[in-house]
């Protein structure tokens, strides 16, 4: 019989695991970089790999060729750190690893994530060093070490017979440094398309060690590699620090420059009997231990000035300056990230220009398309997460939109709203503007994402209305928007009042539009009757292109040829405030849309465009809204007949468009009321 521990233990993959744990003599490493030289990456060049190993997408938006790289939704981790909407700035931070993995010059700078708070920015590092971590464990990330071995005899490493290199240098670095070019042509080391360069020397504790090894063995280098050299697989490890390292600023008393470089063991100095000894120091610093990796800054130029001059020799030179040792080779991507505020106070200190010049700025803002927002809330807020909590349709979105609106500039012209221009953004289509609009809009923006409302605030807000009394199991659209409301009224970021009193403004403007949504969506779920409306737009399409050909219809009772249908076209155009001079232009505009996309090998369907089809319902609705009077809704008794109608529109909220059962009635009531004061055309 199978024990539990038997169970267990059936489940590890041990293939894996001994390629994990390969060990093996510095020849047998030289012939598995002769096959494989990529095992011999530097640090930039394995994590633009990584990031690229995801693929790449490429698209059009605004006419500009734009590039999505799918790492970035977090495949490791189910989407745990997914990021949305920041396509053109996740961009530039790959073209900038890439320009560093080429050699050409990024790779000696510090990449500075800057933008407002919960802004992706940590979110980005996270997940760089994550997914390095695993590229590591992967066949194609392999990258390798070694260690010391059969030193006992040698007494260089105490009681041990082993040493460890405390940095996981390349093996390579072992070949001296004025044979390595040669060394590297001879064997024929590298391909076409991966050249192996080993820059870099020892770090002090392996210089030691080998330069003691070589006077004991009279200068045979063969000898000291083959009898005290054993190369294994380095697999990076943030938990471990192995590879990846973190430093974030804190107490001054209570920090200094040895945690990123290293300290003195001052247990093995009466072991060695010196401080001075690179065998009596411990390589443990930050700086140390992310060689061959990562390293992230977590708020960075909030870091002491003294640490500050270890960064300016660690991005240019690659080298850092343990205590008491000359300058130390390292390998790694040094990535920090930082808020505005602290970005202005490097700017204006003028001993700061040695950081300056050696940081690449990259801008991490708040998202300005409402649809990618809206991604953020459904990932917190998913079915999953909120236990039986239901989340009426468009609470999200509205929250989105608003929050969307306050990242926006005042439109400089083009006579538009706010809700306009976050519309366009989004890639709505509204009459009378076009991609090159979108386009000139972004263009006249300063500051454009950098101000505004956290996804944080928003997350917290929804939060206070899931677990409110009297929700009810549910929340809905103005549940959230009054949280907003209350949650302005005590927001610490808020600047000044004028501000405040924007943003309370465009909940307003944001509740309006919410009116108009809803109000669509119970039309729509009255007149939702698909086949009714395709026959209506197939009617409407007959008509207008007889009417601007100069043709006639066919009429399909009679048989006869009839002139278009003008008043059938005007009831559909009114709907969506097409005037008596401007339909002509709108009936080319559909027609052209139609031949557009039979180019394009595409389909027209009465909802490929959605101003016909906002038309297409309202007229599909006001002929069908005499058989339900809306002044029941709100009435205290219904008839029968009446209820049963009712219900049916509630089933379809339910089924269509995502209501639980409360949520419709509500929902249903709050319209009800709306078209009681009038505010829809009867």
């Known amino acids: 019989m199978t024990t539990m521990v038997e169970r267990i233990a059936s489940l590890q993959d041990y293939d894996k695991y001994r390629d994990l744990h390969w060990e093996g003599t510095f020849e047998e490493y030289l012939d598995l970089v002769r096959q494989r030289p990529?095992?011999?990456?530097?640090?930039?060049?394995?994590?633009?790999?990584?990031?690229?190993?995801?693929?790449?997408?490429?698209?059009?938006?605004?006419?500009k060729r734009l590039i999505r790289y799918p790492f970035f939704k977090d495949p490791l981790d189910e989407g745990k750190d997914a990021i949305f909407g920041l396509d053109i700035p996740l961009m530039r931070l790959v073209h900038v690893l890439r320009a560093a993995a080429q050699g050409y010059g990024p790779e000696k700078r510090i990449i500075l994530l800057h933008g407002p708070v919960g802004s992706s920015k940590s979110t980005?590092?996270?997940?760089?060093?994550?997914?390095?971590?695993?590229?590591?464990?992967?066949?194609?990330?392999?990258?390798?070490t070694y260690e010391w071995i059969n030193l006992k005899e040698t007494g260089l490493a105490g009681e041990d017979d082993e040493f460890p290199c405390p940095m996981h240098d390349e093996p390579l670095r072992l070949i001296p440094l004025e044979w390595r070019e040669k060394a590297i042509a001879d064997l024929k080391l590298g391909s076409d398309r991966h050249r192996v360069r080993i820059k870099g020397d020892l770090n002090p504790a392996c210089r030691f060690i080998f330069r003691e090894l070589m006077d004991r063995y009279d200068g045979n280098w063969?000898?000291?590699?083959?009898?005290?050299?054993?190369?294994?697989?380095?697999?990076?490890?943030?938990?471990?620090?192995?590879?990846?390292?973190?430093?974030?600023?804190?107490?001054?008393?209570?920090?200094?420059s040895t945690e990123l470089t290293g300290d003195i063991n001052y247990r093995k100095i009466a072991e060695y009997g010196s401080d001075s000894d690179p065998r009596a120091f411990n390589f443990d610093g930050e700086f140390n231990v992310a060689n061959r990796g990562i390293i992230e800054f977590v708020e960075v130029l909030k870091l002491d000035v003294a640490f500050l001059y270890d960064l300016l020799g660690a991005t240019q030179e690659h080298k850092v300056k343990p205590k008491k040792f000359a300058q130390t080779d390292i390998d790694e991507v040094i990535i920090g990230h930082t808020n505005e505020a602290e970005y202005r106070k490097l700017l204006s200190n003028e001993f700061m220009e040695a950081l300056r010049d050696r940081t690449i700025k990259i801008d991490i803002p708040y998202i300005t398309k409402v649809s990618e927002e809206i991604k953020i809330y459904q990932k917190e807020f998913s079915s999953e997460r909120l236990r039986g909590?239901?989340?009426?349709?468009?609470?999200?979105?509205v929250a989105s939109m608003w929050a969307v609106m306050t990242r926006l500039e005042e439109p400089k012209k083009h006579?538009?709203?706010?809700?306009?221009?976050?519309?366009?953004?989004?890639?709505?289509?509204l009459p009378g503007y076009t991609q090159d609009n979108v386009k000139e809009l972004r263009k006249e923006t300063q500051r454009e994402g950098l101000d505004g409302i956290s996804p944080r605030f928003v997350q917290d807000k929804i939060s206070n209305a899931l677990v409110r009394d009297g929700t009810e199991g549910y929340i809905n659209p103005f549940m959230v928007l009054n949280e907003l409301e209350k949650g302005l009224q005590h927001h610490s970021l808020i600047a000044n009042?004028?501000?405040?009193?924007?943003?309370?403004?465009?909940?307003?403007?944001?509740?309006?539009?919410?009116?108009?949504?809803?109000?669509?969506e119970v039309q729509r779920a009255i007149s939702a009757d698909e086949e009714a409306i395709a026959r209506l737009c197939a009617n409407y399409i007959d008509n207008i292109r007889a009417y601007l050909m100069k043709q006639k219809v066919k009429n399909p009772y009679t048989?006869?040829?009839?002139?278009?249908?003008?008043r059938l076209m005007r009831s559909i155009e009114d709907k969506i405030d097409i005037s008596d001079a401007r339909k002509d232009d709108f009936r080319r505009e559909i027609l052209n849309f139609i031949g557009h996309l039979a180019l394009e090998g595409k389909k027209f369907t009465y909802d490929t465009n959605d101003r016909l089809r906002r038309a297409l319902e309202m007229k599909l609705f006001e002929d069908?809204?005499?058989?339900?009077?809306?002044?029941?809704?709100?009435?205290?008794?219904?008839?029968?007949?009446?209820?049963?109608?009712?219900?049916?529109?509630?089933?379809?909220?339910?089924?269509?468009?995502g209501y639980n059962e409360a949520s419709a009635t509500d929902v249903l009531s709050y319209v009800a009321s709306i078209f009681a004061r009038g505010d829809v055309k009867e």
């Open 38 to 63: 990529e095992v011999t990456r530097n640090a930039f060049q394995r994590l633009y790999d990584m990031v690229v190993s995801y693929g790449e997408e490429e698209y059009i938006d605004n006419k």
């Open 124 to 144: 980005i590092a996270r997940l760089l060093k994550k997914g390095i971590e695993h590229y590591s464990r992967t066949p194609e990330g392999a990258l390798y």
């Open 222 to 256: 063969a000898k000291v590699v083959a009898n005290h050299v054993r190369v294994k697989r380095l697999i990076l490890s943030e938990q471990d620090r192995i590879g990846i390292g973190t430093f974030q600023p804190k107490d001054e008393k209570n920090q200094d």
């Open 389 to 397: 909590k239901h989340v009426a349709p468009h609470t999200l979105e």
């Open 415 to 429: 006579q538009l709203s706010m809700l306009q221009k976050a519309k366009l953004y989004d890639g709505k289509i």
């Open 497 to 520: 009042e004028e501000q405040r009193r924007k943003y309370n403004e465009l909940i307003g403007v944001v509740k309006a539009e919410y009116d108009e949504i809803v109000k669509n």
């Open 559 to 566: 048989g006869k040829d009839e002139e278009p249908d003008e």
């Open 624 to 657: 069908q809204k005499d058989s339900i009077k809306l002044s029941s809704f709100v009435a205290n008794v219904i008839d029968k007949e009446t209820q049963d109608k009712i219900d049916v529109i509630k089933n379809r909220l339910i089924k269509y468009y």
